[in-house]
């Protein structure tokens, strides 16, 4: 097949979109597919490459100036490439794939992950719309997409190419207790929950210590944790294209996010056998099972929250258990299989 995916940038800057669609872009070059990206750059560009995918650069800003200038160019990509299939990982790729769909005969795939943004509705525009877990899905049947075209295909992260191999990971010398969150720290990521959650869990275990991992853009928090008495017990790491360093160190890992479409970070912690605890909404579930591999808490209730990281840390036996807990049943998030389901839905429409 002929793929050609377009999103808007292809940064490795921790962006869960564009992490699943690197992986994708590798494996199914692997699998000798034809493929494309079509983006305005970025670190993994060099990556796919490695594995026999080309990309074309297209500046997607929505200016007036640089609009018809965008759209007079992805005419052109696609009549180059002639693509098969167009997969749109993102609401501008969505809308000009859309424009020339009916001059060639490519079909259109979207994948929605952030369903709560209200631009997300655009995204129904394509012959499969494809929610990256059922909540995802469900909200989008809810906002028009009819179910003939709604699937559900749940991201993977194992094996990936933009990863090292677990055992080749040093793990880092972390203070302990060490409590390790994944995320841009944001009100959407529950970092301000988590923070209040803390000071309660220091007043029991005093030499807990917190890292925040992901973008530290919420400078209002981070001055408030800096001129606290906790400053010398909360870390905030920034990005960290290597997050299994941490992760392998760690004593326990907290997901307090009130938005959540999936969750690649919870497959992460799964996958360092960590005990997890996250919140229950959206498709957090979905990462853990049920909640059989993780603990799932009210999503902003702060009291809840502590009272389990105080349990986890105190009680050794029912941390272990939920270690075994995290690791059991984790092969079914591996790259492949979430590429085999990708490819059979490219196939249903050709």
């Not at 494996?27 to 670190?43: A, C, I, P």
């Not at 749109?88 to 994948?111: D, P, W």
């Not at 209040?196 to 981070?222: H, S």
């Not at 996250?278 to 702060?302: C, F, M, Q, R, W």
Request: with cysteine; net charge neutral; aromatic share 8%.
């Amino acid at each position: 097949m002929r793929i050609l995916h377009i999103l808007n940038e292809f940064d490795n800057a921790g962006n869960g979109i564009v992490n699943v669609c690197c992986d994708l872009v590798c494996e199914q070059s692997r699998l000798n597919h034809d493929v494309l990206v079509v983006s305005s750059g970025g670190e993994y560009v060099t990556l796919i490459e490695k594995f026999g995918a080309k990309h074309f650069y297209l500046d997607q800003s929505r200016t007036l100036i640089n609009l018809p200038i965008m759209m007079i160019r992805f005419k052109e990509i696609v009549k180059e490439f002639n693509p098969d299939i167009i997969h749109a990982h993102m609401m501008t790729g969505t809308v000009i794939a859309n424009l020339f769909k009916y001059f060639y005969k490519y079909k259109i795939i979207t994948t929605v992950h952030n369903e709560y943004q209200k631009s997300a509705v655009l995204m129904k525009f394509a012959d499969i719309t494809v929610g990256v877990s059922d909540a995802v899905t469900q909200a989008m049947l809810n906002r028009g997409v009819s179910a003939e075209k709604a699937v559900t295909i749940k991201n993977g992260v194992l094996n990936s190419p933009r990863r090292k191999k677990i055992q080749d990971i040093t793990p880092l010398q972390l203070k302990k207790p060490a409590i390790v969150t994944i995320g841009q720290l944001s009100k959407r990521k529950g970092s301000d929950i988590l923070y209040e959650a803390f000071k309660n869990v220091y007043d029991v275990i005093p030499d807990v210590n917190l890292y925040y991992i992901g973008n530290p853009d919420w400078k209002e928090l981070v001055e408030i944790v800096q001129s606290s008495d906790y400053k010398n017990n909360i870390h905030f790491v920034g990005l960290e294209k290597e997050p299994l360093k941490y992760l392998l160190s760690a004593d326990l890992f907290v997901f307090p996010s009130l938005k959540e479409p999936f969750g690649l970070a919870l497959i992460e912690a799964r996958e360092a056998k960590l005990p997890i605890i996250a919140s229950n909404v959206d498709g957090i579930p979905e990462a853990l099972d049920g909640g059989t591999a993780g603990i799932l808490v009210k999503p902003n209730h702060v009291n809840e929250l502590s009272e389990k990281i105080i349990t986890l840390l105190q009680d050794k036996s029912l941390a272990a258990n939920y270690r075994q807990k995290a690791y059991h049943g984790i092969e079914k998030f591996t790259i492949k299989q979430m590429n085999d389901k990708y490819l059979d839905a490219y196939k249903s429409l050709l």
